[in-house]
């Protein structure tokens, strides 16, 4: 192998005499719809090479390369190729900072210089015991150089060859032979070696076809959350500063649709029910309640729906655009439990679906409470506000209900058994009983509309629990699949922030209240 | 004398029935299982049922619940149009609740683990037993251990086995126990307490070859690559004399030992170049192959794996770092020296330096007849990742005439009394399914160009009545037979590398009721909120429906 790496150096090296970009070598934007094989699943080179530097270095672009050319360079490595590429590692545990000799503002190490220390990063790991914090962090660079060294030794770049008519997947080294380059070479002398990379695509399309990877380049590249993002906080800009209503639908409507077309394209690249991590979930709550609010709204004729759908929808496209850590965009294959589309889309859809109805709740209830601590309310208000809120709980218990039994359907079906008290199971019936408490309690004269308004904001933090808490905080059960770290600190703060509200709007001005008809 | 008060059985409904009521077994239910799931993250799932999910206090909540929801329907008959939802919904409240009852008394939930074509019948199940065997007698005993969150008295006796007390989750405290029963003055039960350390971990090491140590005592262990070996004391100086063969003959009983070359055997190899001694013994003839087994073989080639009387090849320890323990002195191979090589270790004396990766040893502890103990201490159990890191050991407490004895889920209690040998174990209560079931294949498959498992996949054999038949069991796939519904759960592989399968079995007679029963409570709960306010809005128009007794569920 040796051997074959040194003759294609030389040829490269040869090659690069009559090349006017030797600083990256033949690593063009051009290799970004190649199809690769990473994480159980093919996609386009562009994808991966994305997330992989997102992961090493926390930002896509390495400079001023992107992401294909910084991976390509990287992979060169292995074959001996110098570049001037340098990869940092973000580093913010204050052990980790202090092994590693960091400044208390020095937040980066170079990769290089971790390969060095890696015995010693390794030791330290073992020797851990009870600080789980630090362990995680120097488990994750460890990860980190793990990837790092595979991408270097370009086992990481896995390409597609023509072996009999099948494909057989090939890292880099081991796919770039010399008979290849020198076979092209005689037809494109100048460049041999990104034709000889493309073959690649062009053997797999024709053996595979291109659709899904293809697609999955278009996906990426279109930023849908993006835009969707845009749309919706027009939407809500029109209707709460504007107050122009035929402006704020039509935004909303087209908001819609771009996370319409983002969730379908999703479907076709996996093949499956949307709903299959935190991000899809996320994803899939802030359409379904939009567009439960866009029909409640036309139905009721009440404008104020729309506002709580475009509410939520914000905050929903907020954590997919900008909550990386906690939220990934990554389509991996499911584990094996999760391979049956007619329960995930029946049971996980109709839960998710009852999370963004009582969202709607929340959005409402908290706006009655902010207007009511520092603006004017009357009594009329708050009871059609208590109404409103009453009508999104009873679409949100009635889907919830349904996603439970789904669930319990499910369990029986693949674990034998309809209730388990796993985690999940249990704080989904534990958000059901809560609005079931507050439903029933609506009609007694504990719970009247003021405090109804109060409890309502409040209950949404049983959703959350059960959304994000089981995963991020409790983790445990047999819903390990859809367990991720990251999301501990962003529960806390929203509990911090929402009982935080609830303390100081519990104290407003009674005379803030008028009577209604004043 | 002051009349007794009627009991007013009105008020009673009305409250039972009430919305009020509702609200409380509601929330009371609720603050239940939050104060559950926590429990189960930090103790585990097993500890969160015995502490709250089968409790009488929640099983009494559940009842409340119940009532609530038969009284809230009973209030509100006879039937009204306008709560067609709300009837729909309750009744299929109370149809789940039946048939979660019926599944609780009548169900069966268990597991069966399947080895590659070993047919199997044997389901374990959830609950916790004591088994007394008299294997003289043939005669077995089973008693049902409390399903406790804590430590529970039992104060139960059978003959002479009086049952003190159960602890579901106890750790061991380390203590060195007089032996039970009686040995020669010479037998060779002794056990060692080792500090063991490299750069990368140091750990102690409790080894023992006392047949009274239980399962947690073990006479080797590995740890990575490296292997300790702990071997009876007299068995020491036939390690010293690095004789040219590399063989020592001993007798696992007596723990005497020799070379073939202190007793003048000579080493003869096969005309496939394999070694071979042959020991006279008694009037027949041993014959050892020692570099393939420590057993003799007869004229067949067959091991005899009962004899007393084994060989020992020490060549076949010298690829590997393996460290031999004899209490006091223990012998490794240097790969350097190319030489073995014997060290004395003293009782809290000076460590020994090994030839891996700065390892050393030292002796801390030895004991020639006390037999090494967990001796078992409540705790509340730790969870990790699914698995308990502490709280691992359930025990029962015994008195037998008068002495105290200590009976785990890790170490079974064997004990000569009164001449009757009486095995005594904590286990799984299991049921015998009217056939059998054996594995063909396991099969994982991966996601492509990873070790991430894509599905799990067991093809299994039925045997019933004489007629065999084949079946595929995968996730979101169950076999069904007899009542019994098979799914796929888990695997295991074994030390020879061959998987096994673990099946979940499962007889669920109230699953129709709970299906049914959810129906009704979804389609109730349509009709009721749903379709119903609708007609209601378009009467009231944006009044509140606040006073309504029956406009919730």
């Known amino acids: ?518 | 004398m002051k009349k007794l008060k009627k009991i007013d059985w009105d008020n009673i409904e009305r409250f039972v029935g009430s919305l009020k009521f509702a609200v409380i077994v509601i929330s009371l239910f609720t603050l239940f299982m939050i104060v559950g799931t926590f429990l189960e993250s930090y103790y585990g799932a097993d500890f969160a049922n015995r502490a709250i999910y089968k409790t009488t206090a929640f099983m009494i909540v559940q009842f409340g619940i119940l009532l609530s929801i038969i009284f809230a329907a009973t209030l509100r008959l006879p039937p009204k149009k306008r709560l067609y939802g709300f009837y729909t919904i309750h009744s299929g409240l109370l149809i789940i609740g039946m048939g979660s009852l019926i599944t609780y008394v009548a169900g069966v939930d268990g597991q069966i683990t399947l080895a590659p074509n070993e047919p199997n019948r044997q389901v374990v199940l959830s609950k916790d037993i004591l088994k007394i065997t008299y294997p003289a007698e043939g005669k077995q005993v089973t008693t049902y251990l409390p399903f406790s969150a804590f430590k529970t008295d039992i104060n139960e006796t059978y003959d002479i086995i009086a049952i003190k007390e159960y602890l579901p989750f106890a750790e061991g405290k380390f203590v060195w126990s007089d032996p039970i029963n009686h040995y020669p003055a010479d037998a060779q039960i002794h056990s060692s307490k080792y500090h063991f350390k490299n750069a990368f971990a140091e750990q102690d090491l409790i080894l023992s070859i006392h047949p009274e140590a239980g399962n947690d005592f073990q006479s080797t262990i590995s740890m990575g690559p490296l292997t300790f070996n702990y071997y009876p004391e007299k068995i020491a100086h036939c390690f010293e004399e690095n004789n040219a063969s590399k063989i020592i003959i001993w007798n696992s009983v007596t723990a005497e030992c020799f070379t073939p070359e202190s007793k003048g055997l000579p080493v003869k190899t096969t005309g496939a170049k394999n070694r071979f001694v042959v020991l006279p013994y008694g009037k027949n003839f041993l014959t050892f192959f020692p570099d393939f087994s420590p057993f003799p073989m007869d004229m067949k080639l067959q091991t005899d794996e009962k004899s007393v009387i084994r060989a020992f090849s020490k060549k076949l320890f010298e690829e590997k770092p393996n460290l031999f323990l004899f209490g006091k002195k223990a012998a490794f191979y240097s790969k350097a020296d190319k030489s073995w090589k014997m060290v004395d270790l003293v009782v809290k004396g000076p460590s020994a330096i090994l030839p891996w990766m700065g390892a050393e040893i030292s002796l801390t502890e030895h004991q020639d007849k006390l037999v090494p103990f967990n001796l078992p201490i409540p705790t509340i159990p730790i969870q990790k990742n699914g698995t308990l890191i502490k709280g691992d050991i359930r025990a029962v407490r015994l008195e037998i005439l008068g002495k105290e004895y200590w009976v785990t889920n890790n170490s079974p209690l064997q004990l000569l009394v009164q001449g009757k040998k009486i095995v005594i174990e904590v286990t799984k209560e299991t049921l015998n399914l009217p056939f059998e079931l054996a594995l063909t294949e396991f099969k994982m498959d991966k996601d492509p160009g990873t070790n991430n498992p894509a599905s799990y996949e067991s093809f299994v054999k039925l045997f019933s009545d004489g007629v065999t038949s084949n079946h595929h069991v995968f996730m979101n796939n169950p076999m069904k037979k007899s009542g019994f519904t098979f799914y796929q759960a888990s695997y295991s592989q074994d030390s020879q590398g061959q998987y096994n399968t673990t099946l979940a079995v499962n007889v669920d007679q109230g699953r129709t009721m709970k299906y049914l029963g959810s129906l009704m409570l979804v389609f109730g709960a349509i009709w009721h909120y749903n379709l119903n306010n609708n007609n209601k809005n378009k009467k009231k128009n944006k009044t509140s429906d606040q006073n309504d007794p029956g406009a919730s569920a």
């Open chain 1, 1 to 518: 192998l040796k051997n074959l790496i040194k003759k294609i150096v030389i040829l490269l090296a040869l090659s690069l005499t009559s090349l006017s970009f030797a600083d990256t070598y033949f690593c063009k934007n051009d290799l970004e719809n190649l199809p690769i094989l990473q994480g159980g699943r093919v996609k386009p080179l562009y994808v991966h090479a994305s997330e992989v530097m997102k992961n090493l270095t926390g930002k896509s672009k390495v400079g001023d390369l992107s992401a294909v050319e910084s991976f390509c360079m990287l992979s060169l490595n292995g074959m001996g190729l110098p570049s001037d590429i340098k990869l940092s590692a973000r580093v913010d545990h204050v052990d980790l900072m202090k092994f590693l000799g960091l400044a208390k503002d020095q937040h980066s190490i170079l990769y290089e210089d971790l390969l060095l220390r890696e015995e010693a990063i390794k030791s330290e790991a073992r020797m851990i015991k009870d600080n789980e914090s630090y362990k995680k962090a120097i488990g994750k660079l460890y990860d980190s150089i793990f990837l790092y060294k595979e991408i270097k030794s370009g086992e990481n770049w896995l390409l597609a060859a023509n072996i009999n008519n099948h494909i057989e997947w090939q890292p880099l080294i081991v796919y770039l032979t010399e008979d290849k380059v020198i076979a092209q070479k005689t037809l494109t002398p100048d460049d041999p070696f990104l034709p000889v990379l493309l073959k690649s695509k062009t053997e797999f399309d024709r053996l595979n076809g291109n659709a899904k990877y293809e697609l999955e380049l278009y996906y990426a590249k279109a930023g849908l959350a993006s835009w969707a993002l845009s749309l919706t906080i027009i939407a809500l800009a029109t209707l709460v500063l504007f107050r122009n209503f035929n402006i704020t639908l039509g935004f909303a409507a087209i908001s819609a649709l771009v996370q319409l077309v983002l969730i379908a394209l999703r479907v076709t690249i996996s093949g499956r029910a949307p709903v299959t991590n935190m991000y899809e979930t996320v994803l899939f709550s802030g359409f379904g309640s939009l567009t439960l609010a866009l029909i409640l709204g036309h139905l009721k004729k009440e404008k104020i729906f729309v506002y709580m759908g475009l509410g939520y929808n914000v905050c929903t496209l907020m954590m997919l655009n900008f909550a990386n850590g906690m939220l990934t965009a990554t389509i991996s294959p499911l584990v094996p439990v999760l391979r049956d589309n007619f329960w995930l889309s029946t049971h996980v859809t109709c839960v998710i679906l009852s999370y963004g109805a009582l969202a709607l709740s929340w959005i409402l209830s908290n706006t009655v409470l902010i207007k009511r601590k520092w603006g004017t309310i009357t009594k009329k208000d708050e009871l059609y506000y208590s109404n409103i809120i009453y009508t999104t709980l009873k679409w949100g218990t009635t889907m919830l209900a349904a996603g439970v039994i789904l669930g319990g359907v499910w369990a029986d079906y693949s674990w034998g058994r309809f209730w388990g008290w796993d985690p999940k199971e249990t704080w989904s019936l534990i958000v059901l009983m809560t609005y079931m408490a507050i439903l029933h309690g609506r009609h007694t004269s504990w719970i009247k509309p003021a405090r109804f308004i109060t409890i309502t904001a409040g209950a949404f933090l049983s959703v959350m629990m059960a959304w994000f808490g089981v995963n991020y905080i409790l983790a445990t059960g047999l819903h390990s699949y859809g367990f991720s770290e990251g999301g501990a600190i962003f529960l806390g703060s929203f509990f911090l922030a929402q009982i935080t509200l609830l303390i100081v709007t519990s104290n407003y001005k009674k005379d803030a209240i008028l009577p209604a008809g004043e």
